[in-house]
């Protein structure tokens, strides 16, 4: 782990709002071609994300934001992502989620002609994503 | 001459749309400062984005990723921005105009329209124009999800060579009185070359620069149209409350006359009837 006292800033931006805006002292995403862990001090770099949760350490806990694909950039001391959708694990509706699982679900196996399977696909990757977090890290 | 009852009734109903232009007034200013909330939220967000965007092409410069790739223009792909309601004052006739304008000495099959909002629809079927993509019914409440629809239908389009280049046409919101119809070229996206000279810093990339590169695109398309979105939301919301503003002092000025009218009315008919009695009292002497 990182000398403890040393820390990077994280800010987690969407188009509506900023998520997140802290110091952190670890930060795990997963890109496009396999898992980064970023440490204070990390070159400068740019990633494009994965519908993953990305893992935080502050204070020596681990904690979750939802972040359905994006971007990350550090640069300097500073940790920038950028998302369409990033939800703190409290702020997960979980009911909404299931729903739209339910229904990926149902459009996958129904394979209509029109049929936008990435699209589908993406959308139920979100809701697993979201039910996994908020199950593990308590969500309402 | 009307009636002092006439001119009554006519005060009344003045009075009732006074106060229904009044509330649509107030309702507007509210919701106005939200979708300016909201417009503003983005503005971090647009600014990180053009910021990673302008490194990793200063990163690759001879990138030929398809949606740079310029073409000669046969069709052009408009994304109209319009809204769902009216009595915005000229917020609709402005988007119309520009709209007819871009049509005009040109053959139909020479563009590719994308519309939202009613008003244009309808203002389209009057001219016997159907637009090739329409969707509406969120003008003053729109979400992401909106403008990745947007991006995806006009990016299909451009991919599939069915158009050439794609514009975005809404109405900037500069503030409530000032609203600026508003065009600007999405597709193909022209590489901005940064200003600051050399490359600054040495960033490391994953996976690579190129493929960062084209999940950037799309998400940075879905970015701009859900800005124009936005500020065209804010631009309905403020004509409307200056168009609502107006329309609440011109009943209240329009109450005022008219009441002077009644008084004069009322007067005249008082002032008859006691000529009418003395003269009648006169005659009996």
Not at chain 1, 27 to 39: E, K, S, T
Not at chain 1, 107 to 131: F, G, P, T, V
Request: hydrophobic residues 40%.
């Amino acid at each position: 782990m990182a000398e403890t006292g040393k820390t990077i800033h994280l800010e987690i931006i969407t188009p509506d709002a900023a998520v997140l805006n802290t110091d952190v002292s670890f930060v795990l995403v997963r890109a496009l071609d396999g898992d980064l862990g970023i440490m204070p001090g990390h070159a400068p770099l740019i990633a494009s994300l994965r519908i993953w949760p990305l893992v935080y350490e502050k204070d020596g806990k681990r904690n979750c934001v939802c972040v359905a694909s994006g971007f990350l950039e550090v640069n300097g001391n500073t940790i920038t992502v950028i998302t369409p959708a990033a939800e703190l694990p409290a702020d997960i509706d979980l009911d909404r989620a299931e729903r739209s699982r339910a229904r990926a679900e149902k459009r996958l196996q129904e394979k209509k002609e029109n049929l936008d399977e990435a699209r589908a696909q993406a959308s139920l990757k979100r809701a697993l994503l979201r039910i996994d977090v908020a199950h593990k890290y308590g969500g309402k | 001459m009307p009636s002092a009852r006439e001119i009554n009734r006519r005060i009344k109903s003045v009075t009732n749309t006074q106060q229904i232009t009044k509330a649509m007034k107030m309702v507007s200013s509210v919701r106005l400062r939200r979708a300016q909330e909201r417009a503003l939220a983005t503005a971090p967000f647009t600014e990180k984005m053009e910021g990673m965007l302008q490194r990793l092409s200063a990163a690759i410069p001879g990138e030929n990723n398809p949606l740079f790739i310029q073409r000669d223009v046969k069709r052009t792909c408009y994304i109209i921005i319009g809204s769902d309601k009216g009595l915005a004052g000229a917020f609709n006739s402005n988007i119309n105009k520009e709209m007819v304008s871009l049509l005009k000495n040109k053959p139909r099959s020479a563009s590719y329209l994308i519309v939202t909002g009613r008003k244009p629809v309808d203002y389209l079927k009057h001219l016997r124009i159907t637009p090739d993509y329409k969707q509406t019914g969120f003008s003053d409440k729109p979400n992401f999800g909106h403008a990745q629809n947007l991006a995806r239908k006009a990016t299909e389009e451009f991919l599939a060579g069915n158009v050439d280049e794609v514009y975005l046409v809404y109405t900037k919101f500069k503030s409530a009185l000032s609203q600026v119809v508003t065009q600007t070229k999405l597709l193909p996206i022209e590489p901005s070359v940064s200003e600051k000279s050399g490359p600054s810093e040495e960033y490391l990339f994953a996976p690579d620069a190129g493929q960062v590169l084209s999940t950037l695109l799309p998400q940075y398309i879905d970015m701009v149209i859900y800005n124009g979105l936005l500020q065209s939301a804010a631009s309905e919301l403020g004509a409307r409350m200056t168009a609502m503003t107006g329309a609440t002092d011109n009943a209240g000025e329009l109450i005022e006359k008219l009441t002077v009218h009644y008084n004069k009315v009322r007067q005249a008919g008082i002032t008859n009837e006691l000529t009418e009695i003395v003269s009648g009292a006169n005659a009996l002497q």
